[in-house]
């Protein structure tokens, strides 16, 4: 019996640095996540990405990846500033 949801895999497989995630949103529909993954790059996050986390069904935003939470916190303020909702997300 085939699996329903194979389409996860492709998007887990990328891997990167940094304990801390800065997320600006998580979306039931991939089409949602990916306008807001667009609006990211235009001003200039060209490190963001969609990822769907184990254990999730949403399609989550990750604007960047940092290794100390100060630095996090930093990218969370300047989308702040753009008009963009964010969070810091650890990484388990």
Do not use: C, W
């Not at 800065?22 to 490190?47: H, R, W």
């Not at 100060?70 to 388990?92: M, P």
């Amino acid at each position: 019996k085939p699996e329903k949801n194979t389409t996860k895999v492709s998007e887990s497989v990328f891997q990167s640095n940094g304990n801390y995630m800065v997320i600006a949103g998580s979306f039931i529909k991939k089409e949602n996540a990916q306008v807001q993954l667009k609006k990211l790059k235009n001003i200039g996050y060209s490190n963001a990405e969609l990822k769907v986390f184990v254990a999730s069904e949403y399609h989550s935003v990750i604007v960047s990846r940092y290794n100390s939470q100060s630095e996090a916190e930093k990218t969370v303020q300047d989308l702040k500033k753009k008009g963009i909702e964010s969070f810091v997300k650890t990484k388990q």
